[in-house]
């Protein structure tokens, strides 16, 4: 494992930061009933639509509303935290990007030896736009974990953070 994820890793001697064998006992949530959330929390373009596609049970018309209700509720709780989310997604896209575009000009060169600097430059302009996709999947993944966690009482909501940078970006 390499050491930027070397934090992660438990001390020896560290006390746990949760008391596990005292904590409340977990509830069932099932996972079609997240997959339908995420779709609604992210106000995806025909939420039914495509829960159909990805094989969820159908709802009823009163179903999908109530489901946009919920979901503003949930959305509600985290809309503050949305700049802050945009900031960590930008950078978390920003960091992704850059060392693919390392890995792939590295071995772009070591398998096709014969690749020339201009589709070089143009492999750069398509990986430039994909920073933009990684930046839509940390926003999505990290806005969705907050809304959920808020709701199902894993969070709580505290101070919203500002830095200088986050404007710079």
Known sequence: MSRLFDWFKKKKDQEPLFDLENAPE?????????????????DVANP?????????PSISEEGSEKEKQDSDIRMGKVETYEPFIKLMAEISGTVINKIQDE?????????FPDVTDEEIVSL????AENAEFFDQIGFAAALFTLSVGFHV?????????QTKEQDEL
Not at 124 to 127: D, K, M, N, T
């Open 153 to 161: 009482g894993l969070f709580l909501p505290g101070p919203v953070l």
């Open 48 to 56: 039914e639509e495509l829960a159909n596609r990805l094989e969820l």
């Open 124 to 127: 750069r302009e398509v990986r």
């Open 103 to 111: 890995y792939f000009e590295t071995h772009l060169r070591d398998h």
């Open 26 to 42: 977990a509830e069932f949530l099932a996972g079609t009933t997240l997959m339908r959330w995420y779709l609604y929390d992210l």
